[in-house]
């Protein structure tokens, strides 16, 4: 089993900026795509940022200009910087990461608990 455990989440003011990081431990072989997904109240989760094990990166339009995402494949972990905040960006925020296991186990997908991120003043 992977276990992803993000940190980082807080309450920040408008324009203000955070960063989150999301570890993956456990029986870990191999880790392709890893990203970010947001659950505001009464929505369903939508994509922020994903980054693939080659640095590719991809971003919904509403963060794009805004927000960086990276990772450290050595630590398995995943960044994601966050300026120009705003009370739309307010959710909570998970990790995702396409783990292997084992050299000929399936590709599955493995979430974190989720972190809340408050914009407000």
């Known amino acids: 089993q992977v276990q992803l455990v993000e940190s980082g989440g807080g309450l920040v003011q408008p324009g203000g900026s955070l960063r989150l990081s999301c570890a993956a431990s456990g029986s870990i072989f191999s880790i392709d795509a890893m990203g970010w997904y947001r659950q505001a109240p009464g929505k369903e989760r939508e994509l922020v940022a994903t980054i693939t094990s080659g640095g590719n990166t991809n971003y919904a339009d509403s963060v794009k200009g805004r927000f960086v995402i990276s990772r450290d494949n050595g630590k398995n972990t995943v960044y994601l910087q966050m300026g120009s905040l705003k009370p739309d960006d307010t959710a909570v925020y998970y990790c995702?990461?396409?783990?292997?296991?084992?050299?000929?186990?399936?590709?599955?997908?493995?979430w974190g608990q989720g972190t809340q991120v408050t914009v407000s003043s």
């Open positions: 995702h990461a396409r783990v292997q296991s084992s050299w000929f186990g399936p590709w599955y997908d493995s």
